[in-house]
């Protein structure tokens, strides 16, 4: 009597692992499946402008029989903090999976160098809303879905200085090697010292005025009007005149100018050279 019970359970045993088995086998002519491939995504916020202005590719998979058939998935995007037009830019958000293809064409996501700190995390859900084919399913796995959506990170690579870390004494002048001072008045500092490499001209100053980029960017332009620079210890009257297009980057902390170099003789200013200067926080 005990063998024959034995026997029953071995038999009830060997037909429940049967039923699990199947249970977790996916049989792919019936059930088909569109998913993201990565379920979480961290770019920094130079990758188009680090990749020649492409586009940052985020694929889909697909997992089911083959299609003879092109079909396409429509996205949903949904920010948080990140703005679109300021952090990103997408110009379509439907995707295409070509006939007999498990990855799909990619969806193209312009990642924005901004030059704006931000003390906030950026990020942007990306959702499958719908499939053009109805027989395939959003998300993989019969039961409880996954990947049927992805966050993508963008990561800051700005400080959080503003231009008053140009209020120092300790400003490195690269036309020769020369140590000045530099104070700040709202969007103007005001740089004095041997400015030029020139020994008997230690008191010139120079007043460059900072524009970024954007509105609380951290770079931009750095410009100044023909500057009455002061008079050297011969006598002499100075006048600073931009030379080109100048720059500045808090982050790097430098302002990169060059400078043409006037003195007054005989009632006319006379050209003498140019003074091409790095400005840097040591």
């Known amino acids: ?8 359970l071995i038999i009830l045993t060997l037909v429940c692992l049967g039923c699990e088995e199947e ?3 996916y049989d792919f002519e019936k059930y088909k499946f569109v998913s993201f491939i990565a379920s979480n995504i ?6 188009s402008t680090d990749n020649n202005g492409e586009a940052y590719p985020i694929y889909l998979r697909y997992d089911g029989s083959v299609l003879e058939a092109d079909f396409t998935v429509t996205l949903k995007i949904t920010p948080n903090n990140a703005q679109p037009g300021v952090d990103y830019d997408v110009e379509n958000t439907t995707v295409t999976f070509k006939a007999g293809e498990i990855k ?7 990642i924005v160098d901004n030059l704006l700190n931000s003390d ?10 719908s499939v053009s084919n109805p027989n395939i399913d959003i998300g993989v796995g019969i039961v409880n879905q996954s990947n049927k959506s992805v966050t993508l990170n963008i990561t800051d690579d700005e400080c959080s200085e503003t231009i008053s870390i140009f209020n120092s004494s300790n400003i490195k002048s690269s036309a020769g090697d020369h140590t000045v001072t530099g104070s700040v008045t709202e969007s103007i500092v005001t740089l004095t010292g041997n400015l030029i490499d020139y020994g008997p001209f230690p008191n010139a100053t120079l007043g460059i005025t900072l524009i ?5 960017g951290t770079a931009g332009a750095a410009t100044f009007a023909n500057y009455a620079a002061g008079t050297d210890n011969d006598g002499y009257v100075y006048e600073f005149r931009q030379n080109g297009h100048g720059t500045y980057n808090i982050c790097g ?10 003195y007054e003789s005989g009632g006319s200013w ?10 840097s926080i040591p």
Request: no cysteine; net charge negative.
């Open 1 to 8: 009597m005990k063998t024959i019970y034995s026997l029953i």
């Open 23 to 25: 249970a977790n086998h």
């Open 42 to 47: 961290t770019v920094p916020e130079t990758y």
């Open 104 to 110: 799909s064409e990619p969806l193209l996501i312009d």
């Open 120 to 129: 906030q995390e950026r990020s942007l859900d990306i959702s499958i809303e």
């Open 212 to 216: 970024p980029t954007v509105e609380g």
């Open 253 to 262: 902390g430098e302002i990169v100018v060059s400078i043409d170099v006037y």
């Open 270 to 279: 006379v050209f003498w050279y140019t003074s091409h200067n790095n400005f």
